[in-house]
Protein backbone atom coordinates (compact mmCIF):
# COMPACT_ATOMS: atom_id res chain seq x y z
CA UNK A 1 0.00 0.00 0.00
CA UNK A 2 1.47 3.44 -0.67
CA UNK A 3 1.35 6.43 1.16
CA UNK A 4 1.77 8.95 -1.28
CA UNK A 5 -0.85 12.11 -0.95
CA UNK A 6 -2.66 13.65 -3.28
CA UNK A 7 -0.61 16.10 -5.26
CA UNK A 8 -3.10 18.83 -4.69
CA UNK A 9 -4.36 18.51 -1.27
CA UNK A 10 -6.11 21.96 -1.88
CA UNK A 11 -7.58 20.46 -4.93
CA UNK A 12 -11.92 20.52 -4.05
CA UNK A 13 -13.61 17.35 -3.34
CA UNK A 14 -10.11 15.60 -2.29
CA UNK A 15 -10.15 14.19 1.02
CA UNK A 16 -6.12 13.35 1.97
CA UNK A 17 -4.10 12.71 5.54
CA UNK A 18 -1.72 14.66 6.55
CA UNK A 19 1.54 13.76 5.61
CA UNK A 20 3.84 12.77 8.13
CA UNK A 21 6.74 13.93 6.19
CA UNK A 22 6.96 16.35 3.47
CA UNK A 23 10.27 15.88 1.09
CA UNK A 24 11.51 19.67 -0.47
CA UNK A 25 13.01 19.47 -3.41
CA UNK A 26 14.61 23.15 -4.12
CA UNK A 27 15.40 23.06 -7.94
CA UNK A 28 16.49 25.27 -10.75
CA UNK A 29 17.13 23.81 -14.27
CA UNK A 30 16.97 20.77 -13.52
CA UNK A 31 15.16 19.10 -16.53
CA UNK A 32 17.38 16.41 -17.17
CA UNK A 33 17.08 14.75 -14.35
CA UNK A 34 14.35 16.21 -11.70
CA UNK A 35 11.98 13.29 -13.05
CA UNK A 36 14.59 10.80 -11.69
CA UNK A 37 15.14 12.30 -8.34
CA UNK A 38 11.48 12.36 -7.44
CA UNK A 39 10.59 8.90 -8.85
CA UNK A 40 13.66 7.28 -6.66
CA UNK A 41 12.25 9.27 -3.59
CA UNK A 42 9.14 7.71 -4.11
CA UNK A 43 10.39 4.49 -4.09
CA UNK A 44 12.01 4.80 -1.05
CA UNK A 45 9.41 6.71 0.99
CA UNK A 46 6.69 4.10 -0.05
CA UNK A 47 8.93 1.42 1.36
CA UNK A 48 8.88 3.63 5.15
CA UNK A 49 5.22 2.99 5.44
CA UNK A 50 4.79 6.58 6.14
CA UNK A 51 2.30 8.88 4.51
CA UNK A 52 4.42 11.63 2.95
CA UNK A 53 4.04 14.61 -0.24
CA UNK A 54 6.92 16.06 -2.06
CA UNK A 55 7.43 19.24 -3.00
CA UNK A 56 9.03 20.57 -6.07
CA UNK A 57 10.25 24.66 -5.53
CA UNK A 58 10.71 25.82 -9.20
CA UNK A 59 12.83 28.88 -8.87
CA UNK A 60 12.30 29.83 -11.67
CA UNK A 61 13.77 27.55 -14.12
CA UNK A 62 13.66 28.51 -17.54
CA UNK A 63 14.08 24.68 -19.08
CA UNK A 64 10.75 22.92 -18.25
CA UNK A 65 11.75 21.62 -15.02
CA UNK A 66 8.45 22.52 -13.61
CA UNK A 67 6.52 20.37 -16.13
CA UNK A 68 9.15 17.38 -15.78
CA UNK A 69 8.38 17.29 -12.51
CA UNK A 70 4.64 17.53 -12.44
CA UNK A 71 4.66 14.69 -14.85
CA UNK A 72 6.10 12.75 -12.10
CA UNK A 73 3.09 13.44 -10.24
CA UNK A 74 4.47 15.54 -7.46
CA UNK A 75 3.48 18.68 -6.33
CA UNK A 76 5.00 21.60 -7.65
CA UNK A 77 4.85 25.25 -6.39
CA UNK A 78 6.94 27.68 -8.91
CA UNK A 79 8.71 31.38 -8.53
CA UNK A 80 7.75 33.24 -10.99
CA UNK A 81 11.79 34.48 -11.52
CA UNK A 82 14.75 32.91 -10.61
CA UNK A 83 15.09 34.05 -6.21
CA UNK A 84 17.91 31.84 -5.28
CA UNK A 85 17.59 28.41 -3.57
CA UNK A 86 17.41 29.20 -0.03
CA UNK A 87 14.51 31.33 -0.94
CA UNK A 88 12.75 27.91 -2.86
CA UNK A 89 13.93 26.61 0.64
CA UNK A 90 11.53 28.84 2.73
CA UNK A 91 8.52 28.21 0.09
CA UNK A 92 8.84 24.71 0.68
CA UNK A 93 9.11 25.10 4.26
CA UNK A 94 5.54 27.37 4.25
CA UNK A 95 4.10 25.12 2.44
CA UNK A 96 4.90 21.93 3.84
CA UNK A 97 2.14 20.15 5.88
CA UNK A 98 4.13 17.16 7.37
CA UNK A 99 5.56 17.24 10.94
CA UNK A 100 8.90 16.60 9.58
CA UNK A 101 10.94 18.44 6.83
CA UNK A 102 13.45 16.50 4.42
CA UNK A 103 15.27 19.04 2.11
CA UNK A 104 17.72 17.66 -0.77
CA UNK A 105 19.03 18.99 -3.79
CA UNK A 106 17.15 18.16 -7.25
CA UNK A 107 20.17 17.67 -9.47
CA UNK A 108 21.07 14.48 -8.18
CA UNK A 109 23.89 14.40 -5.60
CA UNK A 110 22.05 13.28 -2.66
CA UNK A 111 21.28 9.51 -2.86
CA UNK A 112 17.21 8.78 -1.73
CA UNK A 113 17.93 5.98 0.32
CA UNK A 114 19.52 7.86 2.69
CA UNK A 115 16.40 9.44 3.44
CA UNK A 116 15.14 6.44 5.73
CA UNK A 117 18.66 6.48 7.57
CA UNK A 118 18.18 10.32 8.43
CA UNK A 119 14.22 10.00 8.89
CA UNK A 120 15.39 6.98 11.90
CA UNK A 121 17.58 9.47 13.95
CA UNK A 122 14.75 12.15 14.01
CA UNK A 123 12.60 12.24 17.04
CA UNK A 124 15.52 12.15 19.53
CA UNK A 125 17.33 14.64 17.34
CA UNK A 126 15.46 17.96 16.23
CA UNK A 127 17.65 18.09 12.85
CA UNK A 128 19.63 15.09 11.23
CA UNK A 129 22.10 16.27 8.38
CA UNK A 130 23.64 14.02 5.75
CA UNK A 131 27.36 14.80 6.09
CA UNK A 132 29.76 14.10 3.23
CA UNK A 133 32.48 11.43 3.30
CA UNK A 134 35.56 11.78 1.70
CA UNK A 135 34.80 9.10 -0.39
CA UNK A 136 31.93 11.99 -2.14
CA UNK A 137 32.49 12.73 -5.63
CA UNK A 138 33.21 16.54 -5.02
CA UNK A 139 35.78 18.37 -6.54
CA UNK A 140 39.06 18.90 -4.54
CA UNK A 141 38.58 22.76 -4.33
CA UNK A 142 34.89 22.62 -2.63
CA UNK A 143 36.18 19.88 -0.19
CA UNK A 144 39.56 21.61 1.04
CA UNK A 145 36.33 24.96 1.33
CA UNK A 146 34.32 22.69 3.27
CA UNK A 147 36.86 21.85 5.80
CA UNK A 148 38.04 25.43 6.66
CA UNK A 149 34.06 26.32 6.74
CA UNK A 150 33.96 23.49 8.90
CA UNK A 151 36.47 24.35 11.12
CA UNK A 152 35.50 27.83 11.26
CA UNK A 153 32.04 26.88 12.09
CA UNK A 154 33.24 24.10 14.85
CA UNK A 155 34.92 26.94 16.65
CA UNK A 156 31.49 29.42 16.43
CA UNK A 157 29.58 26.32 17.86
CA UNK A 158 31.59 25.12 20.61
CA UNK A 159 30.70 21.59 19.00
CA UNK A 160 31.81 19.93 16.01
CA UNK A 161 30.40 20.63 13.07
CA UNK A 162 31.02 17.58 10.16
CA UNK A 163 29.30 19.32 7.20
CA UNK A 164 28.08 23.12 7.76
CA UNK A 165 27.11 23.08 4.00
CA UNK A 166 25.34 19.90 3.19
CA UNK A 167 22.08 20.73 1.76
CA UNK A 168 20.48 17.25 2.38
CA UNK A 169 19.06 16.96 5.83
CA UNK A 170 15.67 16.53 7.74
CA UNK A 171 14.25 18.46 10.24
CA UNK A 172 11.49 18.49 12.78
CA UNK A 173 8.99 21.50 11.08
CA UNK A 174 8.07 22.95 13.75
CA UNK A 175 11.87 23.90 14.32
CA UNK A 176 12.29 25.02 10.65
CA UNK A 177 9.17 27.54 10.48
CA UNK A 178 10.62 29.38 13.60
CA UNK A 179 13.55 29.93 11.82
CA UNK A 180 12.89 30.16 8.22
CA UNK A 181 12.70 34.16 8.76
CA UNK A 182 16.11 33.75 9.61
CA UNK A 183 17.27 31.52 6.19
CA UNK A 184 18.73 34.07 3.09
CA UNK A 185 17.88 33.71 -0.36
CA UNK A 186 21.11 32.02 -1.27
CA UNK A 187 22.96 28.62 -0.99
CA UNK A 188 24.23 29.91 2.76
CA UNK A 189 20.70 28.81 3.92
CA UNK A 190 22.30 25.22 4.97
CA UNK A 191 24.86 27.44 7.34
CA UNK A 192 22.55 29.71 8.76
CA UNK A 193 20.02 27.23 10.08
CA UNK A 194 22.68 24.82 11.25
CA UNK A 195 24.29 27.88 13.49
CA UNK A 196 20.61 29.02 14.60
CA UNK A 197 19.90 25.03 15.27
CA UNK A 198 22.95 24.93 17.16
CA UNK A 199 22.75 28.41 19.42
CA UNK A 200 19.15 27.85 20.30
CA UNK A 201 20.10 24.46 21.84
CA UNK A 202 18.35 22.25 19.79
CA UNK A 203 19.94 18.97 19.25
CA UNK A 204 21.60 18.02 16.39
CA UNK A 205 23.20 14.86 14.87
CA UNK A 206 25.22 14.00 11.46
CA UNK A 207 24.63 10.93 9.26
CA UNK A 208 27.70 9.79 6.99
CA UNK A 209 26.61 10.03 3.17
CA UNK A 210 28.44 9.34 0.02
CA UNK A 211 27.52 12.39 -2.56
CA UNK A 212 27.37 11.47 -6.11
CA UNK A 213 28.83 14.06 -9.07
CA UNK A 214 25.36 16.38 -9.66
CA UNK A 215 23.58 15.99 -13.15
CA UNK A 216 24.18 18.73 -15.59
CA UNK A 217 26.35 22.19 -15.13
CA UNK A 218 27.19 23.53 -11.62
CA UNK A 219 25.43 26.70 -10.86
CA UNK A 220 28.47 27.78 -8.08
CA UNK A 221 31.76 29.72 -9.03
CA UNK A 222 35.22 29.02 -7.79
CA UNK A 223 36.44 32.23 -7.33
CA UNK A 224 33.32 34.75 -7.16
CA UNK A 225 31.29 32.04 -5.24
CA UNK A 226 34.22 30.74 -3.06
CA UNK A 227 35.08 34.60 -1.72
CA UNK A 228 31.31 35.21 -1.27
CA UNK A 229 30.40 32.30 1.10
CA UNK A 230 33.36 33.12 3.15
CA UNK A 231 32.12 36.67 3.72
CA UNK A 232 28.73 34.71 4.48
CA UNK A 233 30.02 32.66 6.84
CA UNK A 234 31.95 35.22 8.95
CA UNK A 235 28.75 37.84 8.86
CA UNK A 236 27.02 34.67 9.67
CA UNK A 237 29.27 33.98 12.42
CA UNK A 238 29.27 37.53 14.32
CA UNK A 239 24.94 37.01 13.77
CA UNK A 240 24.99 34.32 15.97
CA UNK A 241 28.05 34.02 18.55
CA UNK A 242 29.30 38.16 17.62
CA UNK A 243 31.63 37.83 21.28
CA UNK A 244 33.81 33.99 19.56
CA UNK A 245 34.57 37.01 16.64
CA UNK A 246 34.64 40.25 18.59
CA UNK A 247 36.86 38.83 21.48
CA UNK A 248 40.17 37.57 19.27
CA UNK A 249 40.33 40.50 17.34
CA UNK A 250 39.98 42.72 20.71
CA UNK A 251 42.50 40.59 21.72
CA UNK A 252 44.91 40.77 19.36
CA UNK A 253 44.71 44.75 18.99
CA UNK A 254 45.08 45.15 22.34
CA UNK A 255 48.34 42.64 22.20
CA UNK A 256 49.47 44.83 19.11
CA UNK A 257 48.95 48.04 20.90
CA UNK A 258 50.62 46.73 24.27
CA UNK A 259 53.93 45.30 22.57
CA UNK A 260 54.13 47.67 19.93
CA UNK A 261 54.47 50.69 22.90
CA UNK A 262 56.81 48.55 25.16
CA UNK A 263 59.22 47.83 21.93
CA UNK A 264 59.24 51.79 21.45
CA UNK A 265 60.05 51.95 25.10
CA UNK A 266 62.63 49.35 25.49
CA UNK A 267 63.73 49.18 22.01
CA UNK A 268 64.46 52.81 21.14
CA UNK A 269 64.13 54.83 24.43
CA UNK A 270 60.94 56.74 22.81
CA UNK A 271 57.70 57.68 24.48
CA UNK A 272 54.88 55.15 24.54
CA UNK A 273 53.11 56.74 21.20
CA UNK A 274 49.47 57.51 20.01
CA UNK A 275 49.84 54.32 18.22
CA UNK A 276 49.62 52.43 21.18
CA UNK A 277 47.45 54.25 22.67
CA UNK A 278 44.95 54.13 19.34
CA UNK A 279 45.08 50.17 19.09
CA UNK A 280 44.64 49.73 22.74
CA UNK A 281 41.67 52.00 22.77
CA UNK A 282 40.22 50.46 19.80
CA UNK A 283 40.49 47.33 21.28
CA UNK A 284 38.38 48.26 24.08
CA UNK A 285 35.67 50.07 22.15
CA UNK A 286 35.20 46.29 19.88
CA UNK A 287 35.05 44.47 22.87
CA UNK A 288 32.37 46.63 23.83
CA UNK A 289 30.37 46.44 19.85
CA UNK A 290 31.06 43.18 20.80
CA UNK A 291 29.28 42.86 23.99
CA UNK A 292 26.21 44.82 22.73
CA UNK A 293 26.17 42.58 19.59
CA UNK A 294 25.75 39.43 22.28
CA UNK A 295 22.68 40.96 23.75
CA UNK A 296 21.28 41.60 19.93
CA UNK A 297 21.71 38.09 19.24
CA UNK A 298 19.99 37.09 22.34
CA UNK A 299 16.62 38.86 21.68
CA UNK A 300 16.68 37.89 18.29
CA UNK A 301 16.94 34.20 19.37
CA UNK A 302 14.49 35.22 21.83
CA UNK A 303 12.15 36.19 19.58
CA UNK A 304 12.48 33.01 17.48
CA UNK A 305 11.46 31.29 20.31
CA UNK A 306 8.08 33.21 20.85
CA UNK A 307 7.58 32.48 16.41
CA UNK A 308 7.92 28.61 17.08
CA UNK A 309 4.86 26.88 18.23
CA UNK A 310 4.53 25.09 20.97
CA UNK A 311 4.09 21.76 20.76
CA UNK A 312 3.28 18.67 23.49
CA UNK A 313 6.47 16.58 24.12
CA UNK A 314 7.00 14.60 21.95
Same mark, same amino acid.
Given at each position: ???????????????? #????????????? $?? $???????T????????????? &????V?????????????????????????????? #?? %??G?????G????????????? =???I?R?? &????????????????? $???????? /??? *????? /????????????????? #?????????????????????????????????S??? *?????????????? %???????R????I? %?? /????? =?????? =??????????????????? /?????????????????????????????????????? &????? #??P?E
Amino acid at each position: MKNRTAENPEAPGKQT #AAPAVSVVIPAYN $EK $EGIATVVTNIQHVMDLTNRPY &EIIVVDDGSGDGTAERARGAGVRVISHPYNIGNGA #AV %KTGIRSARGDILVILDGDGQHD =PADITRLL &EKVGPYDMVVGARTSDS $ETSLHRSL /ANR *VYNGL /ATYVCRRKIEDLTSGFR #AVKARIARGFVYLLPNTFSYPTTITLAVVRSGYSLAY *VPIRSRKRSGKSKI %KLLRDGVRFFLIIV %KI /ATLFS =PMRIFI =PVSAAMFLTGFVWGLVKIV /AYGGRYGPTSAMLMTMAVVIFMVGLVSEQVAQLRFDRS &EDRTP #ATPEE
